[in-house]
């Protein structure tokens, strides 16, 4: 098994691109970072007094699922050239990042990004950075989709996600 950590927004709304697809063993939403400070709580990672990004740490079996499939539906959730965050959520701890767990991983985002970014005209801010620490978020954001529909979507909605996606992606997303 491999894991693969992307910080990309709202963590909700990372997981259920890659809740059905083969090989993917268990996704969970949490806080990724550079460094061990310890284990973040929701508030103090949404507020920004640490350095820990929303994130979700997906566990593959790579003989059923590539990690270059994993980042290439990683760069179709989000706006890779904002650099203060994603959509209506602002901060360092809602800004993207790919978190490679070793030199392959590296290099395959490295070369994902440079093809995404001649999609954009602006600079991409995705950040690819060594994986530190991942830690749980609270059980109310695991699988927040299921356990609440109706919030999970009008969140899509109102913070412009939804529309960004299908107007940039169009039929390159997966929800």
Same mark, same amino acid.
């Given at each position: 098994?491999?894991?693969?950590?992307?910080?990309?927004?709202?963590?909700?709304?990372?997981?259920?691109? !890659?809740?059905?697809?083969?090989?993917?063993?268990?996704?969970?939403?949490?806080?990724?970072?550079?460094?061990?400070?310890?284990?973040?709580?929701?508030?103090?990672? %949404?507020?920004?007094?640490?350095?820990?990004?929303?994130?979700?740490?997906?566990?593959?079996?790579?003989?059923?699922?590539? !990690?270059?499939?994993?980042?290439?539906?990683?760069?179709?959730?989000?706006?890779?050239?904002?650099? #203060?965050?994603?959509?209506?959520?602002? #901060?360092?701890?809602?800004?993207?990042?790919? !978190?490679?767990?070793?030199?392959?991983?590296?290099?395959?985002?490295?070369?994902?990004?440079?093809?995404?970014?001649?999609?954009?005209?602006?600079?991409?801010?995705?950040?690819?950075?060594?994986?530190? %620490?991942?830690?749980?978020?609270?059980?109310?954001?695991?699988?927040?989709?299921?356990?609440?529909?109706?919030?999970?979507?009008?969140?899509?909605?109102?913070?412009?996600?939804?529309?960004?996606?299908?107007?940039?992606?169009?039929?390159?997303?997966?929800?």
């Amino acid at each position: 098994m491999q894991k693969a950590t992307f910080a990309g927004g709202c963590f909700w709304c990372l997981v259920p691109p !890659y809740a059905d697809l083969k090989g993917v063993k268990e996704i969970v939403s949490g806080f990724a970072g550079t460094n061990d400070e310890g284990k973040p709580n929701y508030y103090d990672v %949404a507020y920004d007094k640490t350095d820990y990004r929303e994130a979700v740490q997906i566990t593959f079996d790579e003989k059923q699922v590539s !990690y270059k499939e994993l980042v290439d539906i990683f760069w179709r959730q989000i706006d890779p050239t904002d650099e #203060g965050g994603q959509f209506y959520d602002r #901060g360092n701890s809602y800004k993207t990042a790919i !978190y490679f767990h070793d030199e392959k991983q590296k290099k395959i985002a490295e070369a994902t990004k440079k093809e995404i970014q001649k999609e954009f005209k602006e600079p991409l801010a995705t950040e690819i950075i060594k994986f530190g %620490a991942f830690y749980k978020a609270e059980e109310e954001h695991q699988d927040f989709h299921k356990k609440n529909p109706v919030r999970y979507n009008l969140y899509r909605i109102v913070s412009g996600k939804q529309s960004y996606l299908e107007r940039v992606w169009k039929n390159k997303i997966k929800n």
